[in-house]
């Protein structure tokens, strides 16, 4: 019970935020261009407390999930003739208005990504190192393909891979497409065509590999073999019977062919090499230790430039694949149980806050970002959809009939509770699936 509150509160905290930031973006703007704003709530429903000031009524409202601004003569049937009402402005004012929303939320995005490379970002020290290959799942597609450990990806369909992060992006991203990659291996290049599998409930692509995981042992279990052989925390296993280890991928793997059988590990501790005899326990037929690798991780601080630099930077990648993930999912290429609703939403959000500050913060940026990527879309019923309308009565040199804008604002409304009762099925299904 206390985790489903968390969650809710999470989901309402993070939700809330957003789009108060996406509203205030409508706000100040329609302020600064002379149109009169009626309401700017926190929240929906019925108003609770506020003041007034300038014309507009500042609220909090009962249900705190975001909020809302009310401009005069915002709705075509609402205009009574007034110089300050939002339909009889210049249509680029008109646009400038909507447009803002989606790019506070932009801007919120880039705010929050340079205060974390200025704080510091702690990132997996894999992510940012060659894309060389550590171990090979067997019966994978890559084990099927021929990739082998030790292999570096160069490129993947033409484009050209370096880094971890780049490797997994395309890969988790491109579960219905075959990969056509060249590596490079013992000084030649070869090419290989591999076919992903989805894995997890999101449908995600994967083909079986790892990085080169150094065997470092990290937390080790009290009371299991490496535990009683006295193993510690940040010991390199450089060999097991005489056999070099260079991946804690062999070391695993080793460990879980032997089964109570004494091993002789030799040990790299303090600069000094150890021997040390381990009898891995059985669990289900397979040996093993009671440790995990230890993960090492990079901590970079930035001066405020090139931090807002590296924010712009890493908002013009989230916003590239944004697109690639939605060109994917309108030719199939990806499946729709990537898309994430209210449920995932606040499971993620509840996640983040646990997870402290700083994931916090890029989770925030993170869902800042698609709010104001997608509300940008040309979509009935977003603000994107009536910029459209905006573009086409400019191009017309002339307004469409009301009629016609409230077919457009039904459909757009039809639209929306569509699409969020797709998602929130779609969230459920996940958890859920149709046959177990």
Request: hydrophobic letters at 45%; one cysteine or more.
């Amino acid at each position: 019970m206390i985790v489903l509150l968390g969650k809710v509160f999470s989901f309402f905290f993070v939700l809330g935020i957003l789009v108060l930031i996406h509203e205030l973006g409508h706000f100040l703007t329609a302020k600064r261009l002379g149109v009169r704003v009626e309401v700017f709530s926190f929240g929906f429903g019925k108003r609770i407390a506020g003041w007034e000031k300038g014309g507009t009524d500042y609220r909090i409202s009962l249900i705190p999930l975001g909020g809302y601004v009310k401009m005069a003569g915002e709705e075509a049937e609402d205009v009574k003739g007034a110089p300050d009402e939002f339909q009889n402005q210049k249509r680029w004012k008109r646009a400038l208005i909507l447009v803002n929303g989606g790019f506070f939320n932009i801007l919120l995005a880039l705010g929050l990504l340079s205060i974390l490379y200025v704080q510091g970002v702690e990132k997996p020290k894999y992510l940012e190192e060659p894309s060389v290959v550590g171990w090979v799942q067997p019966d994978s597609p890559a084990f099927k393909a021929g990739l082998l450990a030790g292999d570096r990806i160069l490129q993947i369909n033409k484009r050209t891979i370096s880094r971890w992060d780049e490797l997994e992006t395309l890969i988790t991203t491109s579960p219905r497409e075959e990969l056509k990659m060249v590596v490079l291996r013992d000084g030649q290049r070869k090419s290989l065509s591999i076919h992903p599998r989805t894995v997890t409930s999101y449908e995600i692509g994967d083909i079986g590999i790892l990085y080169p995981l150094p065997p470092i042992l990290g937390t080790i279990a009290s009371g299991m073999a490496a535990s009683k052989a006295g193993l510690q925390e940040g010991d390199r296993i450089t060999a097991i019977e005489g056999k070099p280890i260079k991946t804690f991928f062999e070391l695993r793997d080793l460990v879980a062919a032997n089964p109570n059988k004494t091993l002789l590990f030799t040990v790299s501790r303090g600069g000094s090499s150890l021997p040390v005899r381990v009898t891995p326990s059985s669990s289900s037929g397979k040996g093993v230790l009671g440790v995990f690798p230890l993960m090492e991780t990079t901590v970079k601080k930035y001066p405020l430039f090139q931090a807002i630099g590296n924010g712009v930077k890493e908002c013009f990648g989230l916003v590239k694949l944004t697109f690639s993930v939605i060109r994917k999912l309108f030719v199939g290429k990806l499946s729709v149980k990537t898309l994430s609703g209210p449920i995932d939403i606040a499971d993620f959000s509840y996640a983040a806050v646990k997870s402290g500050s700083s994931s916090f913060l890029r989770f925030l940026a993170f869902i800042s970002l698609q709010l104001g990527i997608i509300n940008l879309l040309p979509l009935p019923a977003l603000d994107g959809g009536h910029l459209f309308v905006l573009i086409i009565e400019g191009i017309l040199r002339r307004d469409l009939s009301l009629q016609w804008k409230e077919r457009i604002a039904q459909a757009g409304f039809f639209l929306l509770m569509a699409l969020s009762v797709f998602v929130i099925l779609n969230d459920v299904l996940k958890r859920f699936p149709l046959g177990k």
